[in-house]
């Protein structure tokens, strides 16, 4: 299965300010995607970023709140802005091998404050 | 109808006892049911799956017995680990991927 590296682990941020999360694939994937995992809660899936097009936001996530990049096919970007402690979560990286499997980094531990 | 359920939310099971996680499902287009395994400050790793068109599939001490009439699945845990207390989540895919909201297992020495 596919390797991922995300980076940073985990951060605090001031409220206002931005983070961009970073997650670098082992091989080629057409589709990678981005959760959110509040404390003590499941993954909710936050947008579906394909190589070469726009990013596909779930409901409840807009673009200007977490814009995306996919410059290639082993890389992508999840960058949250103008954060608030509302903010404050574990953000993970995924990507599907084939339709079916889904490997996951070990996230980003982010704390607003 | 994109809802995956699963219950209990925490469970403590004394170790060697069996661990039985159980979710439920109504989206009949849902094809392919995986269990993963996450530890605290990791992410998720896919434990075992299953595909509708069998009943039940077993990987050394896990097992996931699948009811397709009833759109339910269980994960087993036999001869349970204080090395397998994590939260363990599980997901059906098929158009869309979606988890269940975990379930957090304690296995005491």
């Known amino acids: 299965s596919a390797v991922i590296s995300q980076k940073p682990s985990r951060d605090i941020c001031q409220r206002g300010t931005s983070l961009t999360i970073q997650c670098q694939v082992d091989s080629q994937v057409t589709m990678m995607f981005w959760y959110r995992q509040q404390p003590g809660q499941s993954l909710t899936l936050i947008a579906t970023?394909?190589?070469?097009?726009?990013?596909?936001?779930e409901s409840g996530f807009v673009i200007d709140k977490f814009p995306i990049s996919r410059p290639n096919l082993t890389f992508s970007t999840l960058t949250v802005s103008n954060m608030s402690p509302e903010d404050s979560s574990i953000y993970l990286c995924?990507?599907?091998?084939?339709?079916?499997?889904?490997?996951f980094g070990s996230g980003t531990r982010l704390t607003v404050v | 109808q994109q809802q995956v359920k699963q219950s209990p939310q925490s469970l403590i099971v004394q170790k060697g006892g069996i661990s039985i996680i159980n979710c439920a499902y109504e989206?009949?287009?849902?094809?392919?049911f995986p269990w993963y395994q996450q530890f605290p400050g990791k992410g998720p790793a896919l434990l075992i799956a299953?595909?509708?068109?069998?009943s039940e599939k077993k990987e050394g001490r896990f097992t996931i017995s699948f009811n397709k009439s009833a759109k339910q699945f269980s994960l087993h845990i036999m001869d349970s680990q204080p090395g397998d207390s994590a939260t363990y989540f599980c997901a059906a895919s098929g158009q869309n991927f979606v988890f269940g909201p975990g379930t957090r297992l304690s296995v005491l020495p």
């Open positions: 989206n009949t287009a849902f094809d392919y």
């Open positions: 970023a394909n190589q070469g097009s726009e990013a596909t936001y």
């Open positions: 299953i595909r509708p068109d069998v």
């Open positions: 995924s990507v599907g091998v084939g339709v079916y499997g889904y490997t």
